[in-house]
């Protein structure tokens, strides 16, 4: 048993520079990756540690075991989905395209769960976002935890499962690379001024208010992400 933890994460590495050779071309889709006994002398690992990262892989939609057959690789692209941005970020030469999207994408999505949530949120969930938009917290990465958890709470007002889902995967990602992202929120007064405003539109159930006012808000972060910030300035959001 002892052996099992350190395995997995032999497995878990060997994924890693798997992933890397795909990500950089080395192995691209459609090619078959070399035979498992060639990975595992190249790699410096045994058989049993290759076909569990090889299994790991599989399950992400890198690539295809096939049995008698070799092992494909995947148009990760047409195959994977936004759980794999976890995996997408460590790249440094993907990061930036990466910030970018992923904030265009909290933007958009971000603004029609405000104006869905304004049409179908109760007490509990304003209470709950009231509770959350109070707290003050100093710190850079605890203002940016704080918006995700706000914009989260929302999403569950909205009573949409999906949208509630796909914030998950975003938080996550985010929250494992609050390093990357901590520059992509405004400065704590602007995000404190922009839930009182928001949270005004919902108890009104005005969807476009609510809507304007997250996309206000959002949008500062795609201009981050965009390079834009020096040309974009951020005003509270008023009613």
């Given amino acids: ?15 890693d520079q798997l992933r890397s050779l795909i990500l950089d071309g080395s192995y691209r889709a459609g090619q ?21 990262a090889l299994r790991e892989l ?6 295809q075991v096939r049995h008698g057959d070799g092992t494909m690789v995947l148009d990760f692209l047409r195959t994977s989905g936004i759980d794999r941005l976890a995996s997408l970020l460590p790249d440094p030469n993907r990061r930036g395209g990466l910030l970018k999207d992923i904030m265009e994408f909290r ?3 971000g603004r029609e769960i405000a104006r869905l949530a304004a049409t179908r949120v109760d007490e509990e969930t304003l209470e709950a976002l009231r509770q959350i938009a109070g707290r003050r917290p100093s710190e850079p ?22 949208f509630s889902l796909l914030l998950n995967t975003v938080r996550k990602v985010v929250g494992q690379f609050t390093g ?32 304007k006012i997250a996309d206000h808000h ?8 965009l390079g834009k910030t020096s040309h974009f300035v951020v005003k509270p959001m008023r009613e």
């Avoid at 078959?32 to 569990?52: F, H, K, M, Q, Y």
């Fill in 32 to 52: 078959r990756l070399p035979a498992e006994r060639v990975l595992a002398t190249d790699l410096g690992v045994n058989r049993s540690t290759i076909r569990e």
């Fill in 141 to 162: 990465k605890d203002v940016l935890l704080q918006d995700l958890e706000f914009y989260h709470r929302l999403a569950l007002g909205t009573e949409n499962l999906v």
């Fill in 218 to 225: 959002l949008e500062w972060g795609k201009a981050t992400g």
């Fill in 180 to 211: 990357i992202f901590i520059d992509v929120v405004p400065e704590g007064r602007l995000v404190w001024a922009h839930y009182d405003a928001l949270i005004t539109a919902l108890e009104k159930s005005d969807g476009v208010a609510a809507a």
């Fill in 58 to 63: 599989q399950g992400g939609g890198w690539v």
């Fill in 107 to 109: 933007q958009l999505v």
């Fill in 1 to 15: 048993m002892k052996g099992q933890p350190q395995r997995a994460r032999a497995s878990t590495e060997i994924a």
